[in-house]
């Protein structure tokens, strides 16, 4: 089997894992690999300013350039992952060297990234895997429902795993995501009930700086990476897995990522959050004031806490919520395998 990847392909990122595990996965004779990183990175910045938020200009040209110069021959499968650079011609090409065409993201392709590109490609796939449950109808007014996967998040098991023992980890909960307002209110709330917080993430300059003076809350920078970032999701009693209120997502990679690093999970109660995980296994808030009690509570009964944590760990290592398994089935979906 010859084998065409296309995505980012740089070391840590997800877009690589997912590479690493299709490749596993189909042990083909050929897996060729396109690293569209590669014409971005070499971008100004400036035009991958532009590309990112309209697509269009140099950095749309180039990284359709690269790949079509990078195109070898027929291919019996075709994985691309996110493509929201990638052109209608460019996509109807890559149509013509192949019989399975797929494409994936984890990304809220439409409500997020918004690509006309991608949505004036969309109908030349064979199947698109998409993880955002709300963007369902999305995909169906331009793809046939039969050709749509909905999947799950996912984590890599030989990455996301526990490397702090309970005993030894500090006290508090780690929250690493990105900044908006939400999650500022939340996260003073916490600071104001005497909740120590260690936060990463971009744009949260201005709240750390306005909060230097709280000895509860520690800023560990605005990006966190590969071991690092595994040892620091272990590294807490609690991990906070905020949800986006830009969209209306309901899981995040964190969901399963913060269990799988042997942390308790602090998530927000909704039906997919509830469908991964039991009551006794992760730590489900509606409000504030129920997430200031739970941690609280779980402060003063410390083996509670424990027990709890390694649930959500057995939970999430057991059910097949690696990149692995929901790379397996999705392909046994497509009958690749």
């Keep these: 089997m010859k084998v065409l990847y296309i995505g980012q392909y740089q070391t840590g990122s997800t877009s690589r894992m997912r590479g690493e595990k299709l490749k596993k996965l189909l042990t083909p ?8 990183y590669i014409p971005f990175i070499n971008e100004s910045r400036l035009f991958r300013s532009l590309g990112f938020r309209h697509k269009i200009g140099p950095l749309i040209r180039s990284i359709n350039r690269y790949i079509e110069e990078r195109l070898s021959g027929n291919y019996d499968f075709v994985w ?36 006309r590109l991608f949505e004036r490609s969309l109908a030349l796939y064979d199947f698109a895997v998409t993880t955002k449950s709300f963007e369902l109808t999305h995909y169906e007014r331009l793809l046939d429902k039969t050709k749509i996967i909905l999947a799950t998040q996912g984590y ?20 690493i995501g990105h900044h908006e307002v939400e999650r500022e209110v939340l996260i ?21 700086k306005k909060n230097n003076h709280n000895h509860y809350l520690t800023y ?18 609690f991990g906070l897995g ?20 042997g942390t308790a999970l602090l998530t927000e109660r909704n039906e997919e959050t509830k469908s991964f995980y ?16 739970k941690i609280k509570y779980y402060q ?35 009958s690749v395998l």
């Excluded at 650079?85 to 984890?106: A, K, M, S």
């Excluded at 709890?308 to 398994?325: A, F, H, I």
């Design 300 to 334: 003063t009964n410390l083996q509670e806490l424990e027990a709890l944590t390694q649930r959500g760990n057995v939970c999430v290592t057991k059910q097949g919520y690696d990149y692995e398994s929901i790379l397996h089935r999705i392909l046994q979906q497509i």
């Design 242 to 261: 905020l949800l986006s209120k830009w969209i209306p997502e309901k899981h995040t990679t964190r969901t399963l990522e913060i269990p799988a690093c």
């Design 29 to 36: 004779t050929s897996f060729d690999i396109i690293d569209t």
């Design 80 to 115: 691309v992952d996110k493509g929201i650079f990638i052109t209608p011609e460019t996509t109807n090409r890559i149509r013509t060297l192949t019989y399975h065409l797929v494409h994936f993201t984890p990304d809220p392709a439409f409500m997020f990234h918004n690509s």
């Design 220 to 237: 560990l920078g605005p990006s966190i990476y590969q071991d690092a970032y595994v040892k620091t999701l272990s590294a807490y009693q």
């Design 278 to 293: 039991k009551e006794d296994e992760v730590i489900f808030f509606d409000t504030h004031f129920e997430l200031v009690e």
């Design 188 to 208: 003073l709330h916490l600071l104001n009930h005497g909740v120590k917080v260690a936060l990463a993430g971009i744009k949260w300059e201005n709240f750390v």
């Design 156 to 175: 890599d098991k030989n990455v996301h795993k526990p490397v702090v023992d309970f005993h030894e980890k500090k006290e508090g909960l780690v929250f």
